[in-house]
């Protein structure tokens, strides 16, 4: 299941890349296409942004804590999803969606010094958010419910009781 997360990160990052090339080479930074509207009643358009900072344009200018710190994180991520690579295959699919979202980004970020943001949902005043932003949080989404609903305690094998209780009985002769 490793190797499938990886292929699956990769195809999620090359996903992400590839919509941000198209976004950049059609649309103006700023320029606005209405893609579903019902009369008056917009509902997606999509809107060529550039933010240099997180999530609703924090931290800009923090360059260097925005490719940082998501550098580490999806390194952790990756290292887990090895470890965890014979586990269910829930937690690995949404590990690798917010891995390939942090690096998605993060090629940006290195690339741009700056997020290519362009998915609006005009309904609400929401900010403009990319492919990648959804992977994040779709990958956030499905490990919560992994880690809520579907992950069960590791049953204590035999051999640990018998590893734990030599503890016991070493440290009760220490302390006599």
Known sequence: MFVFSL????????ADQIIKLIVDSTLAVGEIVEVIKFGDFKLFSLNHVRNSGAAWSMMQGKTWFLVGVPLIICGLGIYYIYKR????????VSLSMLV???VGNLIDRIRLHEVIDYIKFEPFNFPVFNFADICVVIGAL???V????LDKPEKKTAE???QSSD????EQKNDE
Do not use: Q
Request: cysteine-free.
């Open 100 to 102: 390939a979202g942090g």
């Open 167 to 170: 503890l016991n009985v070493k």
């Open 160 to 162: 640990d009781d018998v």
């Open 85 to 92: 690579r014979e586990h269910s295959r829930l937690e690995l």
């Open 146 to 149: 992994y880690i809520i609903f």
């Open 142 to 144: 499905l490990f919560a």
């Open 7 to 14: 292929v699956l990160i990769a195809v999620l990052i090359a």
